[in-house]
């Protein structure tokens, strides 16, 4: 459901830190199986689409350039203009592959069980992240190989169920990869290979940074209800994105935690608020960030980002060690000190890599799942969120464990209902815990 803008379409363990998350399959995710087996097989693999934004768009068309017997036969979304743009991209882009009957388009708040029962092998999950926990239960549930788009949730209870669904995943032999795509480019892979092998020593401080400008806004339609307006420029509503935050800057946290071979911080404090974004078309999120996260045996990570028109843009990981330095910023990827190394080799579309090897786990039968990951990056969104908003140090256990549920409950949307949008959070006053 994002813009459909060529940016959007190529853009965008767990538990060692806690015993309080109960993981077992008390959803009744354990009743299905994969119905159909592909390994080392040349059946069709027949995919669905649940999400018709720019970053749908083109999860759809790289999943069927992933293998050469995937075709499309489902997809749904809420909005019908979305799903009828990205069928005509589809179709002209794949025209031997877009295998969609009239009753195979779905809309509707139901649309994407309609997706995951048409009788699919594989779902996309792209829509707004406030839907992703309960889209992935469910195709978990029906038994169907999923790549998730990231983040994954945006409130703890999301983030919990989403461990159980992945969980589920796991015992069912089901590949579950998510959109946190730079895992999937190469020099990111060679670089945090090589931080984790010790090149730079113990490592001491890892910092990131996004700072960048404004995006898209929808104005107002007159035959919209509060709910549409509200879910066509869902970006700016946290019950939807989680605030900035959590929708976009997750990436860069993921590759902190990456470079800290995934542990976990016990506390972040952060600030944040609107200084640009000051005007009630922009929601309720914020548009800077700033959190300090405490490590284990002293170490330090840090993470800065904003998004205001006019200010100097940067994006860039940096992981400072006792013996070097690594730097992930733009095109370069580089260690300095005992070792110094940078990247020169080969390069390819990370956003067709993580859909070639989830195509490629299938047919293998040893299938992929990045569920543990995934919910890690986007609690550690979530738990700079909640210290933002709060102005409180929060430890990881009691952001994971929190039971704030952001947005109406899954059972009450629809056109006509009306959610009293809370208003921008202030820290020292809002409660999150």
């Known amino acids: 459901m994002k813009k459909d803008k060529p940016e959007a379409t190529n853009r965008r363990s767990f538990l060692k830190t806690t015993g309080a998350v109960v993981l077992g399959s008390s959803m009744g995710l354990n009743l299905v199986l994969p119905s ?31 293998d050469p017997n995937v075709i499309i036969t489902a997809m749904g979304d809420v909005f019908q203009d979305r799903l009828d743009k990205t069928y005509e991209i589809l179709l002209k882009m794949h025209p031997d592959k877009v295998k969609i009957a009239s009753e195979n388009k779905f809309i509707g708040f139901d649309a994407y069980q309609r997706v ?57 032999g089901l590949s579950l990869v998510s959109g946190f795509t730079f895992r999937y480019d190469l020099p990111k892979r060679a670089l945090f290979g090589k931080v984790l092998d010790g090149e730079v020593g113990d490592i001491r401080t890892v ?72 005007a009630e078309k922009w929601g309720n999120i914020y548009d800077h960030f700033a959190v300090e996260f405490d490590y284990a045996n002293g170490v330090k990570g840090f993470n800065f980002c904003r998004q205001q028109t006019g200010c100097s843009n940067r994006n860039s990981v940096e992981v400072i060690g006792s013996q070097g330095s690594a730097l992930v910023e733009g095109s370069v990827h580089k260690i ?53 908003y709060s102005g409180q140090t929060l430890t990881w256990d009691q ?35």
């Open 36 to 66: 159909t087996t592909f390994a080392q097989s040349k059946s069709v693999l027949k995919v669905g689409l649940i999400g018709c934004g720019g970053r749908g768009t083109g999860a759809a068309s790289q999943a069927l350039n992933a």
């Open 399 to 433: 952001a994971l464990n929190s039971n704030q549920v952001l947005g109406p409950a899954f059972n009450q949307y629809s056109w006509d209902f009306k959610y009293a949008v809370p208003d921008p959070a202030i820290p020292g006053f809002t409660k999150v815990v």
């Open 207 to 278: 910092t990131s940074t996004r700072n960048g400008g404004g995006l898209w806004y929808f104005p107002r339609q007159a035959n919209w209800t509060d709910m549409e307006y509200q879910m066509r420029n869902w970006y700016y509503y946290n019950w939807l994105s989680g605030d900035f935050i959590v929708e976009m800057i997750v990436h860069s946290l993921d590759m902190m935690t990456w470079a800290m071979g995934g542990k976990l911080p016990l506390k972040a404090t952060g600030t944040g608020g609107r200084q640009a974004r000051v």
């Open 116 to 172: 995951i029962d048409s009788g699919v092998d594989v779902v996309l999950l792209t829509t707004p992240p406030g839907f992703r926990p309960d889209h992935l239960e469910a195709a978990v549930k029906a038994g169907k190989h999923i790549f998730c788009e990231k983040p994954v949730a945006v409130d703890a209870p999301g983030v919990r169920k989403v461990l159980a669904a992945a969980k589920a995943a796991k015992e069912k």
């Open 336 to 388: 300095t000190g005992k070792t110094n190394w940078q990247y020169q080799g080969e390069t390819k579309d990370m956003y067709q890599v993580q859909h070639d090897e989830l195509f490629a786990s299938i047919r293998s039968g040893k299938p992929l799942n990045d569920g543990e990951s995934m919910a890690n990056s986007t609690m550690m969104g979530i738990l700079s969120r909640m210290a933002a």
